[in-house]
């Protein structure tokens, strides 16, 4: 399922960064006035349409795609929060709980004299 959604995660950014480039290489409505008057040309590679018909059927494309990818990792993100649990305390093999054997307490029998080197203070006795 990570896999699946790092693979549509990678889908949705080249999408996106083909869709930022086609609709800037489109030309807007105001640039057919400038063709009006000669400094547009109606033979492209594209045909005598010009880029027009090509360009929007392929952003038309790459918009649906964006929309569907997006549905897609909107629909994963919810799964993945539904199977999350809530609370520390409910996840498995959490025991907070545990018994404190007499057995596990360290009991110092005989006290241990300091060493004459030591640059450690003595511990007051009571």
């Not at 040309?41 to 360009?55: K, L, P, R």
């Not at 549905?71 to 809530?86: R, V």
Request: glycine fraction near 10%; hydrophobic fraction near 50%; avoid cysteine.
């Amino acid at each position: 399922m990570e896999t699946l959604q790092t693979l549509l995660f990678v889908l949705q950014v080249l999408v996106a960064v083909a869709l930022i480039g086609f609709i800037l290489i489109q030309h807007g409505k105001g640039a057919d006035a400038g063709a009006a008057f000669g400094s547009g040309s109606s033979s492209t590679v594209f045909g005598s349409q010009g880029s027009g018909g090509f360009m929007v059927k392929v952003t038309t494309a790459l918009a649906v795609v964006f929309l569907l990818n997006s549905l897609a990792l909107g629909y994963l993100a919810t799964q993945q929060i539904k199977s999350a649990p809530t609370s520390l305390l409910d996840q498995p093999g959490l025991d907070l709980r545990q018994e404190i054997v007499e057995d596990d307490i360290p009991v110092v029998t005989e006290e241990v004299a300091p060493a004459e080197d030591s640059d450690l203070p003595d511990i007051p006795v009571e």
